[in-house]
C-alpha cells in the first residue's frame, strides 16, 4: 500500500532531527509545500502523487545524515526541469546555495546511457559537475535510488536503459567516492533488471548460504562478545553483515562461479572506540580463533585508493568453519558507508570531536580534511561547508580509459603514470600512447577529460628507465625503479651514465 505524503513528511523530519535537532524545520517545511505545490496534478508511473519521489530523495540524503540545505535541494531537485516553477524564485525563497545544487542537478539529469561514445561523455560531464560541486552528485545518487527502487512500475525498455546506466555510470562514480552503502543499493537494484538470470541465479546462492550460515554466526557474534568483555575491552557495536548481491555475483565470477574460496558472504563487524582498541580487537580474536595466512589485510595503515579502512582478517573459527571479521571505529564505518557524503554528515562530527582522530588521508581528499581540522567549532564547520566552495580536486586531473573507466592522477602526469595505475605490465610494456584517438608521445601533458589509449609491445621486456625523467606518480617511479633493480642488466643501465656504456 502506498505511504500517504503526511507519513513520509513526518518521517523526513524525524530522520532529520534525530541528527541534527536545531535544523530549520519551518525551511524544510516550506521547500516540502513549494515542491508539493510545483507537482500539484503530476504523479508518478506507480500512480503516486509525484511528491512522493522527491521526498523519498531527501530521506535517502537524511539517511547520511545531510545537511539542511542538501535535503531541501533533494526536495526541489525535479522542480525547475519539470514544471512552470523557474529557478529565480527557488533562488529568492531559498537562498543561493539551494538554488545552485538544484540547478547543478537539473544539469546533470540529462545524462543517459546511450551507447559507448556517449557514455564517456556523459562520465565526462558528471565528473565536471563533481569538480564544481561534489553535493550535486550525492543528491543525484539520492534521486536515482529511488527510480531504481521504483523501476517495476516503468515500462520495461526504460527499466533496462535506467539500471544499465546505473549499473555503468553511476555505481562506478559511487565506488569511487568511497560511498560503498550507496554503490551496494544502486547495484543491488539494477542488478535484476540487466541480468535477470544472473541475478536469480546469484539470489539462490546468497539465500542458501544464508540459511545455512546464519545461526551459526549469531552464535560466533556471541561468542565475540563475551571475549572482548572478557578482555575489558569496550566496543561500540559487533553486528554482521551480508555482502550486497551484485557485490557478491562479481566475486563469483572471478571464482570461477563457484563457491569454494568465498568466505565473506557474510562476515562479522566489530565497531571500536579508536584505532589502538581496533588493533587490540584483532589480537582477541586471533587469540581465540587461528588466523588464516595471509588473509589479515590492514587497511588502516594502507587504506584503499578510495579512503577505506578498517582491519580485515579470516580465521578457522567453532568447528573448523572459516569467517571474516572486519573491523573499525565508527568513524570508518560512517566513511566506509557514505565516503564523501560522510564529510557534510552530523556523525562525523561527533566522532571527531570525541576521538580527537584526523579524517582519513585520502589524496583528493585531504583539502577537505584541512579545513575541517581548521573549523574548531561545529556550528560554524556547518555553515562554513556551505558557503565555502571546496575544490577538493584541486591539482587533479580526471582522464579516461577507451573503455570510459575514470583515472585520476596528479596534475601533469603522462601516459606512463596512467599506464601504471592501469596494471604494472601495462607500463613495463607500455611503447605509445593514443589521447583523444591522435598519437601522443610517452612523455606527454595529460589533462582532465582526455581519453588515454595505451599501446602495448608484448615483446618488450621492461620499463625504460629514462621515463623517470618524466613521470608524476610515486606509484610509476618505484615501479620503475623496482623493476629496474630486479635485473642486473637494467641496474648496470640505471647507475652507468649512458655515455660511458654507449662507448
Ligand atoms: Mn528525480
Redesign the pocket.
Known amino acids: 500500500m502506498a505511504e500517504s505524503v503526511e507519513q513520509l513528511a513526518k518521517q523526513l523530519e524525524e530522520t532529520v532531527r534525530q541528527y541534527d535537532p536545531e535544523a530549520d524545520f519551518g525551511k524544510i517545511r516550506e521547500a516540502l509545500a513549494f515542491a508539493e505545490k510545483a507537482h500539484s496534478g503530476q504523479s508518478r508511473a506507480s500512480g503516486e502523487p509525484y511528491i512522493v519521489?522527491?521526498i523519498h530523495?531527501a530521506l535517502n540524503l537524511a539517511d547520511m545524515k545531510l545537511t539542511p540545505n542538501m535535503i531541501m535541494a533533494g526536495l526541489l531537485?525535479?522542480v525547475p526541469e519539470d514544471t512552470k516553477v523557474t529557478l529565480d524564485e527557488i533562488r529568492a525563497k531559498f537562498g543561493d546555495d539551494v538554488a545552485k545544487l538544484v540547478e547543478g542537478i537539473t544539469k546533470v539529469g540529462t545524462i543517459k546511457y546511450r551507447g559507448v561514445e556517449r557514455y564517456i561523455e556523459n562520465l565526462r560531464k558528471m565528473f565536471l559537475t563533481m569538480a564544481e560541486d561534489v553535493r550535486v552528485v550525492i543528491i543525484k545518487f539520492a534521486?536515482r535510488l529511488h527510480?531504481l527502487e521504483t523501476l517495476s512500475a516503468k515500462p520495461v525498455k526504460k527499466q533496462y536503459r535506467i539500471a544499465l546506466e546505473s549499473l555503468e555510470i553511476y555505481s562506478p562514480i559511487a565506488n569511487r567516492l568511497g560511498m560503498g552503502e550507496i554503490k551496494g543499493r544502486l547495484e543491488d537494484a539494477a542488478f535484476p533488471y540487466v541480468l535477470p538470470k544472473e541475478f536469480e541465479w546469484t539470489k539462490n546462492i546468497q539465500q542458501t548460504a544464508l540459511l545455512k550460515q546464519k545461526d551459526y554466526l549469531d552464535k560466533v557474534m556471541k561468542l565475540t562478545r563475551q571475549s572482548l568483555d572478557q578482555a575489558g575491552l569496550k566496543y561500540l557495536d559487533v553486528h554482521g553483515r551480508v555482502k550486497h548481491l551484485y557485490s557478491l555475483y562479481r566475486k563469483l565470477l572471478k571464482h570461477d562461479r563457484s563457491m569454494a574460496g568465498i568466505h565473506d558472504v557474510m562476515a562479522i563487524r566489530v565497531i571500536t572506540e579508536n584505532i589502538a582498541d581496533c588493533y587490540a580487537a584483532l589480537g582477541i580474536i586471533h587469540g581465540k580463533w587461528t588466523p588464516l595466512k595471509g588473509r589479515i589485510k590492514d587497511y588502516i595503515a594502507q587504506p584503499k585508493p578510495n579512503g577505506y579502512r578498517s582491519l580485515h582478517t579470516t580465521v578457522f573459527c567453532e568447528d573448523g568453519e572459516v569467517v571474516e571479521f572486519q573491523i573499525r571505529t565508527e568513524e570508518m564505518h560512517l566513511a566506509a558507508e557514505f565516503g564523501i557524503a560522510a564529510h557534510w554528515s552530523y556523525d562525523e562530527q561527533k566522532a571527531e570531536n570525541r576521538n580527537g582522530q584526523t579524517t582519513p588521508k585520502i589524496d583528493w581528499m585531504s583539502q577537505l580534511a584541512e579545513i575541517q581540522r581548521e573549523i574548531a567549532d561545529k556550528q560554524q564547520y556547518f555553515k562554513s561547508l556551505e558557503e565555502v566552495k571546496i575544490d577538493i580536486f584541486k591539482d587533479r586531473i580526471f582522464v579516461f580509459t577507451p573503455q570510459g573507466d575514470v583515472i585520476d592522477l596528479p596534475e601533469d602526469s603522462t601516459p606512463v603514470d596512467f599506464a601504471y595505475l592501469i596494471h604494472t605490465d601495462i607500463g613495463n610494456k607500455c611503447m605509445g600512447a593514443r589521447v583523444n584517438d591522435e598519437h601522443a608521445s610517452l612523455d606527454r601533458t595529460l589533462k582532465s577529460g582526455d581519453v588515454v589509449e595505451i599501446i602495448i609491445d608484448k615483446s618488450r621486456k621492461g620499463p625504460n628507465p629514462d621515463w623517470l625523467k618524466f613521470v608524476k606518480t610515486r606509484h610509476a617511479r618505484s615501479k620503475i625503479r623496482q623493476y629496474a633493480r630486479s635485473s642486473i642488466s637494467n641496474w648496470i643501465r640505471d647507475v652507468i651514465p649512458k655515455k660511458l656504456l654507449k662507448k
Do not use: F
Open positions: 519521489h522527491p530523495t531537485h525535479d534521486d527510480n
